[in-house]
C-alpha cells in the first residue's frame, strides 16, 4: 500500500476504513500511517491562508507568482477572498476586474487550474467582503433592522417632533451603513418614566401630520419611543467591485437561494463545475450590525411563540452600536421589575425566533446548496441570531477565530479578563471551544480557525507569537489553521505592498525566509489531530437563554458582554487541572439518552456537567437533568440553581414544572451539587473540586498554572497529549503523571512536531517531568511501538559553563539593502542603540574561540535573543531557534585550537516601519494614535551566552 497515496486522498479516516486497516495483511499499523503523514505532511494538512484579492486588480501571470511564493513557504491551500482595495494605496493603474464577470470567471478557472497543478487546495468565498451582499439585491432581498429612538422629555410640555429627528436619533451607529437605505416608522408611543404597566403607554402613531407630531405632556418625566424599520440599512463591508452594494436578508429563505445561485450558475454555466477544484464555499464573519427584521418577522414569531409581540417590541430592543452591540442599558426609561421580568421573557423569545428562521433560512440554505454543487460547507457560524453551538453542526468544516494581538503570552489577570474577555492574554476567542465543541458532537475532526488575525501587531509578528496564538488554537479544539492572511500585491508595487489587514505574509518580510518553519509545525499537529479524536469526558452548559433575555443575543468572538463574565475561566481550569470538557446546549440535552451516569450524545459520553449560573431552563430540560442524576449522573450548579422557564408563553406554569424538577434533583445532593464561584485563581478552585468530589483527572499536573494547559486525543492505537506553555517570558516546570490505564502496556513517545522526529520517553509510574520553555508544547503519545531513539533533551546550563564573553563583530545587513559592521564589545537590546533603533533585517554575530578541550562542551545556550536565531559553527549550520530556548547540541562540532561562531539573528521590522514617516502604509500600522501606536520592539541576540 502506498502511504502517502493513501493520506493525501482523504483528511479524515472513517469509522470503517479503521476496521478495513485493521483486518487487512497491511505491514504499518494506523499510527505508521500517521507518523509518516506527521514526519512529511501532505497539502491537505498544511495550513492554508486567506489569499485578498485586493480591488480585483488580478492578473494573471501575478497569481501564478502568488500561488508558487506559498507552496514554497509550505501553504497546503488559499481561501479565494475577493475583497475591496485597501485605501491610501498606489493600484498602479490596475483596473478592477469585476465580480462574477467573465473576466473574473476566467481569472477564477486559471487560478483553481494553477493550484491544482501545484496540489493546493481552494476554498472559495461566497461572495465578496462580508457579509453577504450584493448591488443586484433589491427591496426586502435587503437586510432590515428594527430599532427604537428614545427622546426624553420633562413635563409640563408642549412641543412637536420631526420625524426627521426621530430617524436622526434612531440611525445606528453602523459600521458600513448603504447610502440606499430607507427609514419607515412602525410606532411611535409617549411613555412615562419609570413605566410600571403597559397600561401607560400611549400610542401617538395616528397623529403624525405632515411628517411631525405635537406632544403635550403633563408635569412628570417621560420619553416618547419611536420604532423604526430601516430597510438595507448596511452595505457589505469591504465588498469587491461588483460585491459590494446592501447585505442580504439573511432571514429571507428566497433571496438566500437567489444571492447563492446567481454564484454558481454565473461561475459554472461559463466553465463548468468547480467541484473538485473548489473543496468549500465559505461563510466570512457574519457580523450582521443586528440585522433583526423581515417581512414575516412578526407572523413567524407568533406562530412559534404564540402570542402577538408587537405591543412589546419597542421595549425589548437595546440601544445598539457597531456591529449590534448593546452600547447603553440605561437608554431607555426605568421599568419596575415586573415589567422588566416579562420583558425579558420575550427578548428572549425574540432572540430564539431570530435563530430559528436564520438557521432555517439561510444556515440550511447554505448547506444545502453546497451539498447540491458536491462542495464542502465551511463557515464561522455564530454571531448575534446564531445559536452558538448547534449554528455550527451542519456544516462541513466549522470554523473559529485565533488573533494576534498585545497581551497574547502576557501575564493577565482574571479581573482584567473578566473585565475584557475576549482579547486579554488569548489568541483563542470566545467563539472557538463553542465551535470545537459543536465538530466534537457530531464527530467531525476537521475543524478549522481564522487564524493569526492581526490588527494591532503588524509589521511586528514574530514566529513564536504566532506559536502562543496557534497553541492556543489547538488547546481550544482547532485542528487547522487558515492564516489570516496573504495580500495579493504584485511584485512592482511599492513598499510594502498592498495591505488591507492581517499579518504582514509576505515575501518582503523579514521573517518570510523562515516562515517555514512554522508551517511545518502546524501541518504536523494538524496530521496528527486530525486523524484522532478529542477526548472530554465532562460537558459544560452555559446560560445562554438568560444572556439573550437580559441583553440580547451576545455570542460573537467579540461580545460587549459575557454571561458570566468568568464563563471561559471555567472550561481552562478543567483543562489545566488534567480534565477536559465539552460545551454542549439544551438542545444536546433534550437530544441524549442517559446510560451508566452518562450523558450520551452520538459518540460522545460526559459522567459530568457544570451549568454556569444557568438560572432559566425548559421544563423538559430539567426532567432530562433529573434523568441523568438518576441513571448515575453528576451536575455541578456554579452560582445559581435553574429556578424559572425560558419565554413568557405559560411562563407561571413552566416555572413550577421547571421547580418541581429542580426540587426531586435536590433530593441527591451527592450528585446535584451548588458550587460557589472562587474570588479568584480558578485553576485552585478547580483543583479542590476534583479533590472534594473524586474527579479523576487522565493526567495529574502537580502545580498547575495558569499557562499551562492540555488537551487530550485517541485513535484505536494511541493516546495523544498536548501540553503547552502560553507564556512569552517565563519557563514553567511541567511535572505529571498519567493514569495507569493510560500507560499500561504502551510506550511513551515524544512527538516533535518542529522536527518530525519522534523520541523515546523512560517513564517510571507513568509520570512525566520536563521543563518547558516560553511558547514550549510537548505532544506525548502512548503507542504499541517498543524500538526508537531515546529522548534526550539539551541539560540545563550547568555550574561550570564557560560564559563566552568576546568582542562580537557584528554585521547588520538592513532590509533595505544597506550593510554596517560595528564590533560591539557587549550584547544588549538593540532598539536600546541609537544607531540601530530603526534597524531591521539580519545581525550576524561572529567571534572566534580557541579551546584545547572541545570534547568538554557539548552545548550552546544563547541566552535571551529577539528574533530567529541560527548558529553556525566552524562553517556547518546547527539549525534555528524561533521560539522558546536559545540552545543548540554542538557535540563533535568544536575542534581543537581555533573555532568560528556565528549566531544570525532574523529581526522583525517594525522599528524600521515606524522611522519611515513619509510611507503612508507603514504610518498607518504602526504610528497610527487612531489605530494604536506600536511600541518599538527588542531585537538581536542580548546573551549571556554560554557553553558547557
Known sequence: MKRRSFLQKTTILSAATLVALHNTTFANTFMQLVEDDFKNPVSNYRPFVRWWWNGNKIEKSELARELKLLKDAGIGGVEINPISFPSNTDDMGIESVEWLSDEWVDLLKFTLTEAKKLDLTCDLLAGTGFPFGAAFLEDDERAQVVVVAVKKLEGPLKTEISLFDIFKEADPATLSPYTG??????????????????????????????????????????????????????????????????????????????????????????????????????????????????????????????????????????????????????????????????LNRMRYDFELTKAELFSERFSKTFSEWCTKNNIKSRAQAYGRGHFPLEGSFDMDIPEGETWLKYGVGEAISE??????????????????????????????KLISSEELTNTDMVFAETLAIFKIAGDQSTISGITHPVFHGFNYSPKAAAFPGWITYGGYFNEQNTIWPHFKHYTDYRARQSALLQQ???????????????????????????PSRVTPPYQMLVWESIHQNGNACDYISEQVIADAEFK?????????????????????????????LYEFVRAGGRIFCIEAYP?????????????????????????????????????????????????????????????????????????????????NNASAHHSID???????????????????????????????NGQFKTKLYPADSK???????????????????????????????????????????????????????????????????????????????????????????????????????????????????????????????????????KSLTENVTAQYWSNNSKRKEQPLQSMGMVGPVNLF
Open 643 to 723: 429556578e424559572k422557564s425560558l419565554g413568557w408563553l405559560n411562563h407561571q406554569q413552566k416555572d413550577a414544572e421547571v421547580k418541581e424538577w429542580v426540587d426531586k434533583l435536590k433530593l441527591y445532593p451527592k450528585q446535584f451539587i451548588f458550587l460557589f464561584k472562587p474570588a479568584s485563581n480558578f485553576k485552585e478552585w478547580y483543583k479542590a473540586i476534583q479533590t472534594q468530589y473524586a474527579i479523576t483527572p487522565y493526567v495529574k499536573i502537580a502545580n498547575p498554572n495558569a499557562f499551562i494547559t492540555q488537551v487530550r486525543y485517541q485513535t484505536k492505537d494511541a493516546e495523544i497529549f498536548i501540553f
Open 181 to 342: 437605505r430607507k427609514m419607515e416608522i412602525l410606532e411611535l408611543n409617549v411613555v412615562p418614566d419609570p413605566l410600571i404597566s403597559m397600561d401607560q403607554v400611549k400610542n401617538i402613531t395616528k397623529q403624525v401630520v405632515n411628517d411631525v407630531v405635537k406632544i403635550d405632556l403633563p408635569k412628570g418625566k417621560f420619553a416618547v419611543y419611536g420604532l423604526v424599520k430601516i430597510d438595507g440599512f448596511m452595505r457589505v463591508i469591504q465588498g469587491a467591485p461588483g460585491g459590494s452594494g446592501p447585505v442580504l436578508n439573511h432571514f429571507n429563505e428566497k433571496a438566500v437561494k437567489k444571492y447563492l445561485n446567481k454564484i454558481t450558475d454565473t461561475i459554472q454555466n461559463r466553465i463548468g463545475p468547480l467541484a473538485p477544484y473548489i473543496r468549500s464555499f465559505f461563510v466570512d464573519s457574519l457580523e450582521m450590525e443586528g440585522a433583526n427584521w423581515t417581512s414575516d418577522m412578526m407572523v413567524e414569531f407568533k406562530k412559534r411563540r404564540g402570542y402577538d409581540l408587537c405591543p412589546y417590541l419597542p421595549f425589548i430592543l437595546f440601544r445598539t452600536g457597531r456591529m449590534g452591540n448593546t452600547i447603553d442599558l440605561n437608554y431607555a426609561v426605568k421599568i419596575s421589575p415586573d415589567l422588566e421580568k416579562s
Open 415 to 444: 479581573t482584567d479578563f473578566t473585565k475584557y474577555p475576549w482579547h486579554l492574554g488569548r489568541g483563542n476567542t470566545m467563539i472557538n471551544k463553542f465551535v470545537s465543541s459543536a465538530a466534537h458532537l457530531k464527530d467531525k
Open 779 to 913: 505532544i506525548i503519545v502512548f503507542n504499541d511501538e517498543k524500538n526508537g531513539q531515546n529522548w534526550r533533551p539539551i541539560p540545563e546550563i550547568t555550574a561550570n559553563a564557560v560564559k563566552l564573553n568576546p568582542k562580537w563583530k557584528a554585521e547588520f545587513k538592513h532590509m533595505n539593502g544597506s550593510m554596517k559592521t560595528q564590533e560591539l564589545h557587549e550584547l544588549r537590546d538593540l532598539k536600546d542603540l541609537p544607531d540601530f533603533t530603526h534597524f531591521a533585517g539580519t545581525v550576524s554575530y561572529s567571534s572566534t574561540l580557541t579551546l584545547s578541550n572541545p570534547k568538554s562542551l557539548q552545548y550552546l545556550d544563547l541566552g535571551k535573543v529577539f528574533g530567529i536565531a541560527e548558529l553556525i559553527v566552524n562553517g556547518k549550520h546547527l539549525g534555528a531557534t524561533w521560539y522558546g530556548r536559545n540552545a543548540f547540541a554542538i557535540e563533535n562540532v568544536l575542534k581543537k585550537g581555533v573555532n568560528h561562531i556565528e549566531i544570525k539573528v532574523t529581526t522583525v521590522m517594525l522599528n524600521y516601519m
Open 596 to 624: 451508566e451516569g452518562s450523558i450520551c450524545y452520538g459518540s460522545r459520553k460526559y459522567h459530568t456537567l457544570f451549568l454556569i449560573e444557568v438560572k432559566s431552563i425548559e421544563p423538559q430540560t430539567a426532567k432530562k
Open 734 to 764: 511541567l511535572a505529571t503523571q498519567f493514569l495507569p490505564a493510560i500507560t499500561a502496556n504502551k510506550q511513551a513517545w515524544i512527538w516533535d512536531a518542529v522536527s518530525g522526529d519522534k523520541f523515546k520517553l523512560d517513564l517510571k
Open 532 to 558: 484522532a479524536t478529542f477526548f472530554a469526558d465532562i460537558a459544560i452548559m452555559a446560560p445562554t437563554g438568560d444572556m439573550w433575555g437580559d441583553f440580547g443575543a451576545q455570542m460573537e468572538p467579540f
